[in-house]
C-alpha cells in the first residue's frame, strides 16, 4: 500500500440492512441516508428492472472492470472494492448492497483520508450507474 492509502475502516459491512453512515467530511456518499437532511452525502441507490442476480453479476463485472479496484469481499449480497488512486496511492472503501425486497443496489464510497475528494466518490457511483444501466439484465 502507498504512503497515503491509510487504514482499513473498521465498521465496514451490512448491519441490520444498513451500510456504515457517512463520515462528516465532504469526501463520500451513502445511498441509505435521508437525502432532505444529509444532501451533501446522499447519492440515489443503484435500480435495475429485472432479475437481481443478473443485476449483481453486472455490477460485479462493471468494478471488476474498473483499473483502480480491488475487490476485498464478494458475498451473495455485499460487494466491498479498495479504489486506489493512480498518484498518490489514496484509497476509497466502496461498498454496494443488493437489497432485493427493495429492487435496488444501495452504495457507500468514502475516502479513507483527507477532506476534499473532486466528487471522485459520487462520480464513481454515477459511472457504475451508467453502465449498470447499460447492462443487459432480462
Known sequence: MGLFSGTRPDNLGVREGRLAPPK???????SQIDQNADPQHYIEPLRYAGNANKA?????????GMKSATVVKAEPNYLYAEFTSKLMGFVDDTEFYLDEKAGVIHARSASRLGNGDHGVNRGRIEYIRKKLAQAPLQ
Open 24 to 30: 462528516r467530511t465532504p469526501n463520500n456518499v451513502n
Open 56 to 64: 449483481w453479476a453486472a455490477l460485479r463485472q462493471i468494478v471488476d
